[in-house]
């Protein structure tokens, strides 16, 4: 604004008064105060704290600036209305500093489990906030960016939680405003458990051969059942929800011949059989397996009982009824494992005719029918298997008796050898974390998770190079020692070794080495690799905030942007390793595009 007079000397001088009229009181005063002839005059802000464009009342401003001549007492007036401009001076508050919710495991995908909402004072484009949901396990859910609905994910099958697999999520939900400000509260989500798992046989028939007037079978039959709602982390003995219990519910005479434990399964009859006075040699049962839980699950088998003839011809007998072999995990096939021998007691035992009549293990080994030898199956890989280390075959010595041939059952258990042969693989190629840089030193930070299916494995975790830090400003720092982290050789945690600074360094990067200790001298070498990028949150006085890439410099865009990418062009021709780099330029990019967004708008 311009205050002028056409008088000369003396006469040309005035004073210059500011009056408030709304909502300016004490907020703005006039400069300068008095002035000759034509003088420019500035209107400026002296109540700054004032100033608050989320009161809506006090958006628009009016004042009255008046320039007064000498003794004349002559006078000009100028009334000036001044709106205010928002800026993005508030960060996005939820309603809660933490959340923690249970969801049942069964929940359909695309299930609402809540709608997690924060505020912000700002307005327009400031004032519009997205949600982000990060951890281990943010997959199997969904968070609307604009709304903030937290859902089951969709993952493609009928749900994507399994409490069996993992009953806690402990997560990060991140709020971030038109401007870059972000808000983060650690998110709880626990896996309530239902009745999801039916009980399942080991077997899906089975056929047994018990003597005319026989008071048991020999060996005992026994079926078994298992439900895998029964095995569950820190839960021993198992949950009530898979407790098994067993019934016939079809095949049985009227008066109940045969007899089957509720909790054991051990299958008997319950009187002496007379196949003659019952006119039946074959009985067909249906025996059920219920687990308890609400509601209840089962699962049914078949049990399929030959009474012995009644001519005289006995049954085979074999010179035990359990046999235990250990093979080793990737035997060669057609290597030897046992001989069964069988003798007749009705005649030659030559006679007699192996076959493998079920188990665990029909598919890798066979059994030759006049030798009874075992062996390992061609084509096949015996590979050892943590939730099943011992496998069963079930064998059987079948005479050539008539009218009706008899035969015997034994049963060999296998125990399977591991052999370590096996790399050890980490849970990820790329780790990414996010750490306050008021943590303290000696803070564990992250655990590199890493495993190895063999069971004699040992793990050693190393940090190897290359080691990046680059500060602030993206620059990468010119230090030798760059320990910021260790690594435990055994578990693979992180600790900090030294005070972060977000200034000196805003990311931490570097390579981490998983060794299989134990490895069998016929397959050395197991190792696997994975990188690691720690970024350093700057720490305000209203907690940790999540800067969108690095600052830029008071350089211009366009010399900021040459100088990174010569220093990225040197990292490339200088580092073999060249991952952490390529991420490094990817975050520079976006950086710059949205540096020139912001300053179009």
């Known amino acids: 604004m311009t205050v002028s007079d056409s008088d000369t000397g003396v006469h040309s001088q005035f004073g210059l008064e500011l009056i408030p009229l709304r909502n300016a009181d004490n907020i703005f005063e006039v400069h300068p105060m008095s002035a000759t002839g034509r003088t420019p005059v500035l209107i400026k802000v002296t109540g ?57 495991e069964n929940s359909a995908p695309g299930s609402l489990i809540s709608r997690l909402s924060a505020t912000d ?92 007037r026989a008071l048991d079978f020999d060996p005992q039959l026994v079926v078994k059942a298992t439900d895998k709602d029964s095995i569950r982390k820190g839960h021993s003995p198992p949950i009530q929800d898979g407790r098994i219990s067993y019934s016939i519910v079809a095949g049985n005479t009227a008066d109940n011949l045969f007899n089957i434990g509720r909790d054991s ?33 089962h699962a049914d088998t078949v049990v399929t009982i030959t ?50 009549v079920g188990g665990t293990a029909v598919d890798w080994f066979t059994i030759d029918e006049v030798s009874g030898i ?83 494995s040992q793990l050693r975790f190393r940090l190897t190079e290359p080691f990046q830090i680059r500060n602030k400003e993206g620059y990468l720092r010119d230090e030798v020692e760059s320990e910021y982290f260790s690594i435990s050789e055994s578990t693979g945690i992180l600790t900090l070794t030294k005070p972060l600074d977000h200034e000196n360094a805003a990311v931490v990067m570097f390579r981490a080495e998983v060794t299989g200790m134990n490895a069998n001298a016929e397959y050395p070498n197991q190792t696997d690799f994975a990188e690691v990028a720690i970024y350093v949150q700057a720490h305000t006085d209203n907690g940790y905030s999540h800067r969108r890439g690095l600052q830029l410099t008071r350089l211009s865009e366009r010399k900021w942007l040459k100088n990174k990418i010569r220093a990225l062009s040197f990292s490339l021709f200088k580092k073999k390793h060249m991952i952490l780099s390529l991420v490094f330029l990817y975050l520079i990019l976006s950086l710059w595009l949205n540096q020139n967004k912001s300053a179009k708008a």
């Not at 399994?162 to 806690?168: L, N």
């Not at 051990?266 to 007379?274: A, F, H, K, Y």
């Not at 008899?406 to 693989?425: C, G, L, R, Y």
Request: proline share 5%.
């Open 265 to 297: 399964g051990i299958l008997d009859v319950t009187r002496p059989i007379n196949a003659t006075e019952l006119g039946e040699v074959r009985f067909v049962l249906i025996v059920r397996a219920t687990d308890s839980g609400t509601p209840p699950q």
């Open 121 to 212: 004072a700002d307005s327009g484009v400031f004032g519009q906030l997205r949600y982000e949901l990060r951890g281990f396990g943010a997959e199997r859910f969904s968070v609307n960016s604009s709304t903030g609905d937290l859902k089951v994910g969709v993952c493609g099958l009928s749900t994507c939680l399994d409490y069996e697999d993992q009953d806690i999520f402990t997560l990060t939900y991140t709020v971030i405003d038109g401007g870059g400000k972000a808000t983060s509260v650690p998110l709880t989500i626990k896996i309530d458990d239902v009745n999801d798992n039916p009980s399942v046989f080991e077997q899906n028939q089975c056929r047994r051969l018990i003597q005319n």
């Open 48 to 104: 700054a704290d004032k100033l608050d464009y989320e009161n809506p009342d006090r958006r628009e401003m009016v004042v009255q600036v008046i320039a007064r001549g000498g003794g004349r007492r002559l006078s000009s007036t100028a009334t000036l209305t001044i709106l205010l401009v928002d800026v993005n001076d508030n960060i996005p508050i939820f309603d809660e500093s933490s959340y923690s919710f249970n969801v049942v």
């Open 307 to 356: 009474v012995g003839a009644v001519d005289g011809n006995d049954p085979p007998i074999f010179q035990q009824n359990q046999y235990h072999v250990n093979v080793v995990e990737r035997a060669t096939p057609d290597s030897f494992v046992i001989q069964l021998n069988a003798t007749d007691p009705d005649g030659p035992s030559d006679n007699l005719r192996y076959r493998v």
């Open 374 to 456: 075992v062996r390992v199956a061609r084509g096949g890989a015996l590979q050892w298997d943590q939730e099943a280390p011992l496998l069963t075959l079930a064998v059987a010595a079948v005479d050539q008796g008539q009218p009706l041939a008899q035969s015997a059952t034994a049963t060999i258990t296998i125990q399977v050898e591991d052999i370590n042969h096996k790399s050890p693989n980490f849970d990820k190629q790329l780790f990414i974390h996010h750490v306050a840089e008021v943590t303290p030193v000696g803070t564990r930070v992250l655990a590199l998770g890493a495993s190895d299916p063999d069971t004699s």
